[in-house]
Structure formats: C-alpha cells, structure tokens
C-alpha cells in the first residue's frame, strides 16, 4: 500500500556533499514525521535527523552543522542534504515516515534503504 523509496547514496570524498531523497508513494491520506537513520558497518542503527509536519527538526550531535533535513509535502519527499562529509558517515541510510494512510490510523514505513560511502 505505501512504499518509501530512497535514492541518491554513492561513493564520495571526504569533504564532499551528497542529497538524499526519499519519496513516499501508495495509499497516503497525510505524513506526520520523517526521519533518517543509518547503520554503519558493526553498529546499531542510530537517528541522523528527524522533520515534524510542523517542519521543527532535529539531528544527532555527529551531524548537526553539516547535515540539513527538509521536507517537500506536495510530493511527499523528504531530503538529507549532506555536507562535508566524512569517512565515519559511511553507512546505509533508512528513510522513515509515519503515515496516515486515514484521518484516524498511522504507522511507521521504512524505506530499504541506500548506501553512503565516503573514502578517497
């Protein structure tokens, strides 16, 4: 019914800038919160940033001044600008939402996710 598809992962520099999208698609009545999260290799997976409707943000010490949350609600989407990036940013990164799919039930979708590398 509702599906979250991630794009825009790859390989880059250290101290390069990567976006990443996530688009939500299938039986949506309204989105509350989106979020990011990754998973480095041999650790838990962690929260990066999370957006509330209201677009109020947060974001984990580790990327505060470098990484930006945003959310485009006309199509659904929410971004990971991410900048100068470095190497401890490797990890595959999950797109979340919590979704209405009617006025009165919402539940968490996880997108599968896309892989960041950085390294020279």
């Known amino acids: 019914q509702v599906q979250l598809v991630e794009s825009g992962g790859g390989l880059v520099q250290p101290g390069g800038s990567l976006r990443l999208s996530c688009a939500a698609s299938?039986?949506?009545?309204?989105?509350?919160?989106m979020g990011w999260y990754r998973r480095a290799p041999g650790k838990q997976r962690e929260l990066v940033a999370t957006?509330?409707?209201?677009?109020?943000?947060k974001y984990s010490d580790s990327v505060k001044g470098r990484f930006t949350i945003a959310r485009d609600n006309a199509k659904n989407t929410v971004y990971l600008q991410m900048n100068s990036l470095k190497p401890e940013d490797t990890a595959v990164y999950y797109c979340?939402?919590?979704?209405?799919?009617?006025?009165?039930?919402?539940?968490?979708?996880w997108g599968q996710g896309t892989q960041v590398t950085v390294s020279s």
């Open positions: 299938g039986s949506i009545f309204s989105i509350n919160a």
């Open positions: 957006i509330t409707s209201g677009a109020n943000t």
């Open positions: 979340n939402a919590d979704i209405f799919s009617s006025s009165s039930y919402s539940r968490d979708y």
